[in-house]
């Protein structure tokens, strides 16, 4: 019960890494994509962004390092 009660994870952790998947998964799909649509590659490029900005802060958060 202590190990639950001090760690750093939260439930939101897991879709964010998540949403990050899917995010590269279709950043990569329209970038080899033969018909290009540059409004959805720079919306999908700020997206992965901010996500990958978020994991970063979340095994941050899960190493201790943001307390």
Same mark, same amino acid.
């Given at each position: 019960? @202590?190990?639950?009660?001090?760690? !750093? /994870? /939260?439930?939101f #952790?897991? /879709?964010?890494?998540?949403f990050?998947?899917?995010? $590269?998964?279709? @950043?990569?799909?329209?970038?080899?994509? *033969? *018909?290009k649509n540059l @409004?959805?590659i720079? @919306?999908?490029f700020? $997206? +992965? $962004?901010t /996500?990958?900005l978020? #994991?970063?802060?979340?095994?941050? !958060?899960?190493?201790? *390092? +943001?307390?």
């Open positions: 019960m @202590f190990l639950a009660e001090t760690t !750093n /994870f /939260f439930g #952790d897991i /879709f964010v890494i998540l990050s998947i899917i995010i $590269a998964i279709g @950043f990569i799909r329209l970038i080899t994509a *033969k *018909k @409004f959805a720079g @919306f999908a700020v $997206a +992965l $962004a /996500f990958l978020l #994991d970063g802060l979340v095994v941050a !958060n899960w190493m201790g *390092k +943001l307390s």
